[in-house]
Each structure stands twice: as structure tokens, then as C-alpha cells.
């Protein structure tokens, strides 16, 4: 009985113990909601968002976090490349709108990176764990404040989805039709300036490039409002890679088969 509790209370512990080294909990008390810290955060995050359109959260990974991720993602790039999508799009500053009848030619653009969807990460990688994750669910709530609730997006595809910046690869100027998007940050460029993220300030005054980004940052940004773009992958051997998390105000989210077809290739799952 004795040594029944004793191991009771080791696996309690253990899996406290793994929670609590998911992010930087110090910097970032997502597990205490209602601590003045919590509070401060929120307030000192809404702010910057607010007021710039991108909150950047660095460190927010633990290293360990961080490598686990890398690893489950390298897996999938070592055993299954064949059916990742490698996608290219001509743009305008609209993703959605490839039809060039009405803009100057100049004003087209391309986009091309690798990605691997929702679909064909597994069911118990530590990334999706983060993905349903409520206290985080409940943090970019709490920052954005546009919705009272926010909840997972059903869509197979593009629930949550990585973007893999091989040589070559960009993603051009654009604005989105979402209010904000959720980017968690895995790995950069080992080149400064290739694969860097960079948006227009209001009235598109100046450009601000994100040369301070790193890898284990999480970014909230108001990609609606403000043109943004990752610059071209070059050199750098090493790929920028990054998750898109999509979360929405209606329980029932899922994507068009029109955006599903041009962003991920096809509208199924793949099996
Ligand atoms: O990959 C990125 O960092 C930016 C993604 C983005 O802007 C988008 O998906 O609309
Ligand atoms: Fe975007």
C-alpha cells in the first residue's frame, strides 16, 4: 500500500514536473491565471500588440521543448518527404487572389515553402500538445481580447501547420484576412537577412525587420492590418521553420476547399 502511494505520488510529481518545464514558466505564468504577474503579462502584451500589430514573446520554449519539437518534425522530414507539399503561389499583396486581370503585372508576386500539415503531424507529438493546450488557449485570448472565447480550428489541413523555408523559398508581401495569427518560432536561417520576418509600420512608413527573432519565441500578429513577408531562404543550409497555430471565435472553423487546394495542395486527408 505504502509503496502504491510512494509511486502515486513519483508519477504526480514527474508529470508536474514535465508540465512545468514545457515553457519559460517564470517569464511566462500562463499556469497561474489569476497571479499578479499573470496580469502584468497580459497587460504589458496587449500593449505591444496593440500598438505595433506583433508581439514577440521570446524564449517562450524551453530548450528541451524546443529540441523535442525539432526532433519530431526532422522525423517527418527524414520519413515522409515525398508526401509533403512543396508550395508555390503567385500573389498579390491578397494570397487568396491570383487572378491578374486588374493589377499591373509588377504588383504580382511568388511564395514558395514546403509545409507539413495538421494531418500529418502525429496525434501525440508535444507539438500538438501545445496546440489544444487551454492555458494557452486562454493567454492569446486574454492578450487579444477581440473574442471571448477562442477554440482549436477543425480543419484537417490547417488546423496548425509547419512552414519549411528551403533555399529559394519566400513568402512575399501580403496582408491576411484573419486579425491575428499565431506563429511559434523553431528554427532560423543561420544567415542574417534570409528567411527574416518583416512588416510596414501604419501608413507603410518604414519596414521593421525582425533581425532579434529566434528560435523558441512565440509571435501574435495583426497580419490583417499590417503587409508582411519572410525573406528569401538563399544560402542558409539550414531551413526557417516555424508553426502556424490557428485558432478561431467559432467552434466549427475549417477552410475552404478554394484556400485548402491552393495552400496545401489538395482538400483531404492524406492517409
Ligand atoms: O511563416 C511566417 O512566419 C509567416 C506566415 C504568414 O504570414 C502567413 O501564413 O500568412
Ligand atoms: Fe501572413
Known sequence: MLLRIFSTFQIVKSTFRRTHTLINYKTYPL???????????????????????????????????????????????????????????EHTDNLYNTSNSEKNLNEIESS???????????????????YSWNSLIDFITDIIQIYPHLYPSCDELGALY??????????????????????????????????????????NQEIISRKDFQAGGLVLFNGRI?????????LSKLPRINAILTYDC????????????KFFGRTVQKH
Open 31 to 89: 499556469h497561474d491565471r489569476e497571479s499578479n504577474a499573470y496580469n502584468q503579462l497580459i497587460l504589458n502584451s496587449r500593449q505591444e500588440f496593440l500598438s505595433t500589430g506583433c508581439l514577440y514573446l521570446p524564449h517562450f520554449l524551453t530548450n528541451e521543448t524546443l529540441s523535442t519539437i525539432l526532433n519530431e518534425i526532422n522525423s517527418i522530414l527524414i520519413n515522409s518527404p515525398q508526401t509533403l507539399y512543396n508550395s508555390y503561389v
Open 226 to 234: 499590417y503587409p508582411h513577408r519572410v525573406t528569401e531562404v538563399r
Open 162 to 203: 509547419i512552414n519549411i523555408y528551403n533555399q529559394s523559398n519566400k513568402l512575399s508581401w501580403h496582408t491576411d484576412h484573419s486579425h491575428f495569427f499565431v506563429n511559434l518560432l523553431l528554427q532560423q536561417a543561420s544567415i542574417s537577412n534570409e528567411g527574416m520576418f518583416e512588416y510596414k509600420t501604419k501608413n
Open 112 to 130: 514558395g515553402k514546403t509545409i507539413i500539415a495538421f494531418d500529418q503531424i502525429p496525434n501525440e507529438s508535444l507539438l500538438r500538445k501545445i
Open 250 to 261: 467559432n467552434p466549427d472553423h475549417r477552410l475552404t476547399n478554394y484556400v485548402l487546394q
